[in-house]
């Protein structure tokens, strides 16, 4: 893709241009070596939009809470984006993303914009892809950027270092996942929600949550104390409750600082990536170009590794610099 | 309990058995190897080259096929059958608005079916009215649009409902159409115990199959079982659920899910029925079935035998039932439009013609036959006539009707209806093992089951595993002979805004008073966890649109999305 | 260091447009493509023409892929390719499947729909003509 192309891409995306931001986000995907400097230009527009990580447990009713919540929150004003993350199959490179299915009432709402992402990240994390759309969701100007993923393995720690609120999804009688949730799994989040409230056991679940909030066993620790919420997605019930939750951690976020520190978090974890899949597709060059005399791929390895660490430790400002070495 | 077969008699067969497979059967091999490398029905069930006594070795007769009309009724649930009566033939018919389908269903009365049944459109289907930005372009494509009571008189126009029982596939807004049904009923004079028929009302398999579902599931059972308690009490003749299995088949379930699944259902409305405080033998008299006749032809027929006896056993034995109406599976069927295919599309009208004949042969109540041309559209008037014909002929030509359950006793048939009744067993435990059917649906076990089947057959056929005439094999370029296929052609745009025009003069016609207090009593109702049938009764005769009454009832129960399965 | 090869997928939305429940062939279609290496939208059942356009932009998919069983394929068709030259999108081809008589092939195609497979087509020439139709689009 030309480099012209790309800038009339962003120049339309910021003039509210869905088809341009739709490409724009393809680019991104694709991550070529263009994805630096349109990053580092996204970067400097962004900064200010609310980032939700939602994640649960399988069966929690996740994306029809998510879809309630967009539309709690463009009832309050906000733009919202969001980034569906679907588990690529295991046994093609295909994929079906089909959690855009429960959100697709929210399609045709202008100030609303929904994009399925299937790469998985390196080591099953979240993506470099992800991380480069959630920038530019945030550079063009949307308020509220929700990050869906799945409740299970290491895109629940990425997570942690790239949204500002996490919210955790539980249910009543996931007895098994509750545990999973204190072994550490899930128990990242800000705020919990325990969905399907209108079940008979739901009661005892939200007590049992409050309590581990309460004990601090749960949550990121700091001055915030996780709330506790309870929902019926399928009913609409505790969806205000919800998005207050969502506005009082933001303030919180805000008057601490932690706003401005997790910005930070987000941009050093971006670049780490940026820098891993440098030293990688080094790597892949060196092995196969080198490979008869493995010592000299050693050595160039040791060379692409102490490169790769030096782009890690820099600021996003100068990302593409490092890139066109 | 003695034995089919003595232990000599099988000893005998299996040393002849042996005998013929090392001496006999190799050297025919050689010389004429067989066609394929295995041999199995549509649902996979491998199959041997012959069948012997030796397959039935542990039969006991009584036990497993004994005699028409008596438990566990594998021959048939009447000790008559078709010598007495024939099958009702009742062809699944509607399109456009009222007015076209009250004149099919004349045309249909005339060249002889015995019963009605109505299609729906999309739009009433899923209780949508025909204003409703979801119904353009749709109404009256698939069936017959009918969101008001006024629409529903004309429909019935001329046909007086004490003479005819009406099948209506509708599901979710089922309390609203039965509504309609009892409220014409009443205006042309005819008392509740004359009133026949029945209404699909099976909620579980829309979210497995179907797809019109509205409800979130647990809201989606009660509110049809308020339909079967109300009718059960109310409506002595109608059949308030008919459990379905043809949607399931359709979608691309084998025989034995279609059969298994389809029971499961039953027994967890059953499960329902009886936690409301009913009496078994109250409700199970009344309770119906409906399956697909698909193309497999001893596989279908083996089915519908297993069928009747798997039903017998559970309400017998797990529900302690008494009459023996209770143990009867009564069933409907349809051929299977799956099977269907546009090229060559005469070729339908055999396949249908077998698989009408599997399901005579099978025992059925009563029977749809679908028309060659429903690949394209809804069936012209010819393609419905060549269809009820194809019924007749088999009643009155082939002497198929004449013999009850001809193929008992055919070791191949027998140790068939065996296997699909062991294999839906397993199912069945599965599904028990879950907590029911409720809870199964709700995880998307059935879902993945039925998901899984039909990808498999569509791999089959794209292998060539499967063969189909004009599709797969013998293909020829056609287009010339399609145009002489005489489609049903009908002005969906006029009919569309004909229905629009006459739901506004209903809503603008009506007691407003009147009609708001039903609405307000009926979501009332509904909040209370009452019995919403005679509510939305209330609402109906104060002409109350069908999208209104629905609308009502979302506020309360909320709606339904399917998540994916993959 | 060199551009690596862009190893984007193909990307497809499948979807079917109206209240008709017979998701049987969208979903097989679906899990064929996805076996065969594409990446599948999945927008699930009674969708309107502005969903379905809103999402492959949003998506920005390759291809439209409608499946249709009610009878209402022309008038969705028209809908649809109307729609997508409104909003600048009418380079996203629209292939449509499902229950459509052979005689309305000719009218589908001269509405703008790139490609019509009717029940019985085999799944690897819908593939094929999937792979023809993203690679002559302008990426």
Partial sequence: MKREDIVNFIERAERGDKRALGRLLSVLEDLS??????????????????????????????????????????????????????PTSPYSSGSILGDRLRMQEHATDPGVFIRSVTTKGLFGGLSLAALAIIEAFDAMGYDKVIVETVGVGQGETDI???????????????????????????????????????????????????????????????????????????LGLGIRELTEALDKHLSYLIESGEKEKRLVSRRAHMIKLIALKILLESLNSVVEIESSNIMEAVKSMKGFYEEALRIAMLSGKRISDLISI | MAKLYSKDAIDEIIKAYKEWESNVLPEWLSRMPERQKEFTTLSGIPLKPIYTPVDLRDHNYMEKIGFPGVYPFTRGIHATMYRARIWTMRMFSGYGGPEETNERLKTLIKAGETGLSLA???????????DHPLAEGAVGVVGVSAPTLLDMEIIFRDIYLGDVTTNMTINPPAPVLLSFYVAVAEK????????????????????????????????????????????????????????SGYHIREAGATAVQELAFTLADGIEYVRQLIARGLDVDMFAPRLSFFFDSHINFFEEIAKFRAARRMWAKIMREWFNAKKPRSWWLRFHVQTAGCSLYPQ????????????????????????????????????SEFAAKIALRTQQIIAYETGAADVIDP???????????????????????????????????????????????????????EEGKRLLVGVNIFREEEVEEIRRVPLLEFNQEEIERRQKERIKKVRSTRDESKWRRALDELRRAAERGENIMPYVLNAVKAYATLGEIMDTLKEVYGTYEEPPYY | MKNPPTTRKIKVLVAKIGLDGHDRGAKVIARALRDAGFEVVYTGLRQTVDQVVSAAIQEDVDIIGINQHEGSHI??????????????????????????????????????????????TPISEIIAKLKDLASMKVK
């Fill in chain 2, 188 to 243: 042309q004079g005819v008392s509740y115990d004359r009133i026949g028929g029945t209404t699909q009302n099976d909620p579980l398999k829309e979210f497995i199959a179907q797809k019109t579902y509205v409800f979130p599931p647990e809201a989606a059972v009660k509110i049809a079982m308020d339909v079967v308690e109300w009718s059960v009490k109310n409506l002595p003749k109608w059949n308030p659920i008919s459990i």
């Fill in chain 1, 33 to 86: 070596l263009e994805t630096a400097w349109i990053v580092e230009y996204l970067a400097s527009k962004s900064g200010r939009a609310h980032i939700i990580g939602i994640t649960g447990i399988p069966g929690s009713g996740k994306s029809t809470l998510i879809s309630r919540i967009i539309k709690a929150l463009r009832g309050k004003g906000y733009s919202v984006a969001v980034v569906s993350i679907d």
């Fill in chain 1, 160 to 234: 942690m270092h790239v949204a500002d609120t996490i919210v955790v999804i539980t249910m009543p009688g996931a007895g098994d996942d509750i545990q999973a949730l204190k072994a550490g799994v899930l128990e990242i989040g800000d705020i919990y929600v325990v969905n399907k409230s209108d079940k008979p056991e739901a009661s005892k679940t939200y007590e049992y949550m409050l309590f581990v909030a309460e004990k601090g066993e749960v949550g990121r620790g700091g001055g915030w104390n996780p709330i506790v919420v309870k929902t019926s997605a399928t």
């Fill in chain 2, 407 to 461: 193929l008992a006793g055919s070791y191949f048939v027998e140790w068939l209806t065996d296997e699909i009744e062991e294999r839906a067993w397993r199912y069945i435990e599965r599904i028990e093992s879950m907590g029911g059917m409720l809870e199964a649906v709700k995880k998307g076990y059935p879902q993945r089951e039925v998901e899984e089947s039909s990808y498999r057959f569509q791999k089959e056929v």
């Fill in chain 2, 344 to 379: 060559q599309p005469w070729l339908n009208i055999v396949r249908t013609a077998f698989e009408a004949l599997a399901a005579v042969l099978g025992g059925c109540q009563s029977l749809h036959t679908n028309s060659f041309d429903e690949p394209f559209r809804v069936p």
């Fill in chain 2, 120 to 130: 729906f459109d999309n739009p009433t289907l899923v209780g949508v009215d025909p």
């Fill in chain 3, 75 to 120: 008038y969705v068709a028209k809908k649809l390719i109307e729609r997508l030259r409104e909003v600048g999108a009418e380079d996203i081809p629209v292939v449509m499947g499902g229950s459509i008589p052979i005689l309305d092939i000719e009218s589908l195609k001269s509405i703008g729909v790139k490609e019509v497979f009717l029940p019985g």
